[in-house]
């Protein structure tokens, strides 16, 4: 892979904004268990189905991450795939960090 290319800027950025980010993306999964627990079905299947969603939703990056500087590209694929935030949400970031965005992107065929 290309050598990771941003800014000092990105990575104060980056952490300046994951929070946000994360309350955003964590509000949308309360809406949808929300969602599921008011769906059809026996009661026990939904509480169980939300207990599987809980253990599967905490280990997204939109709901906890360490943040690295090594791994920061990754980081935002990762939110990406997850729909946890758009390229519109990286519109402050560097040219230096959406190439080097691309180039992950380009090479993980996402």
Not at 27 to 55: A, H, Q
Not at 57 to 72: E, F, N, W
Not at 81 to 88: D, F, P, Y
Request: net charge negative; glycine share 4%; charged share 40%.
């Amino acid at each position: 892979m290309e050598q990771q290319r941003y800014t000092k800027k990105d990575v104060k950025l980056f952490r300046e904004k994951l929070p946000g980010w994360q309350e955003a993306y964590m509000d949308r999964l309360c809406k949808e268990y929300v969602k599921l627990l008011n769906g059809e079905g026996k009661p026990s299947e939904r509480f169980w189905e939300l207990d599987k969603r809980m253990k599967e939703d905490k280990q997204q990056t939109g709901v906890r991450c360490t943040i690295s500087r090594a791994d920061l590209i990754l980081l935002v694929v990762n939110l990406l795939c997850e729909e946890a935030i758009t390229m519109e949400d990286l519109s402050d970031f560097s040219d230096e960090f959406h190439k080097s965005l691309e180039e992950h992107r380009r090479i993980l065929g996402i």
